[in-house]
């Protein structure tokens, strides 16, 4: 089996910071996706990466980069925090094209003063 | 244009009973149909899949789905629930040959002792 790995688990940022989020897995999927998952609500795509340095905005790109170093890790960087913005931002992979499932990290918890 | 509709967004029942949370999509195209669920403070967890074939596919811990293509709708089934099903259940469906997935908003399930 595999895993995904997010870190950090809980990230406290101030309004207007530059805040990276990290995402590794072990899996050896190509595919890796990042989600915002705001309270009681589902979720929201916002990058996904089908190989190393290929990205694909996805409905929620504005405010945010993201990074496809190697095949095992994908970034996401929030680059201008609002003030009050609390999210939970999962990341997750999968094997491209195919019937195939995704694999979720535990996410990370943002939380902007 | 995909979308995935989960009509109720809160279903209440008690320990034992039976549980039918549902699920209707609509996308022009061949798909790939999946449930996940989600436990308070964790990512998603993949549940079943169908693809082709039997209609009625067994997932993990009793569930399982029934799809219908003339009704457009993929509603996950449980004959008895455990206290320990309360989560937030997500419908999926993704395209074929087509790397995103496209979420429902999700149902959350309370199971009453």
């Known amino acids: 089996g595999g895993i995904i790995t997010q870190t950090p688990k809980f990230l406290i940022g101030q309004e207007g910071q530059k805040l990276t989020l990290k995402c590794q897995q072990n899996f050896n999927h190509d595919t890796m996706y990042w989600y915002r998952q705001d309270s009681g609500k589902g979720l929201r795509l916002i990058y996904y990466s089908i190989t190393e340095n290929d990205l694909q905005k996805g409905d929620l790109s504005e405010g945010y980069d993201a990074s496809r170093e190697k095949k095992s890790s994908f970034s996401l960087t929030v680059t201008s925090a609002q003030k009050n913005e609390m999210a939970v931002f999962l990341c997750?992979?999968?094997?491209?094209?195919?019937?195939?499932?995704?694999?979720f990290g535990p996410g990370t918890r943002l939380t902007v003063l | 244009t995909q979308t995935v509709s989960q009509s109720d967004a809160h279903v209440t029942v008690f320990e034992g009973d039976s549980v039918e949370l549902r699920c209707n999509y609509s996308y022009g195209g061949s798909i790939y149909l999946s449930w996940y669920i989600q436990h308070h403070g964790h990512g998603l967890q993949f549940l079943l899949k169908y693809y082709s074939g039997n209609p009625v596919v067994q997932g993990v811990n009793g569930f399982e789905a029934e799809f219908s293509k003339s009704d457009s709708s993929f509603h996950l089934r449980k004959a008895s629930v455990h206290w320990s099903d309360s989560a937030v259940y997500f419908c999926a469906v993704r395209g074929r040959g087509n790397n995103r997935i496209f979420f429902g908003d999700g149902t959350q399930l309370v199971v009453k002792p």
């Open positions: 997750a992979s999968s094997i491209t094209g195919g019937p195939y499932e995704q694999y």
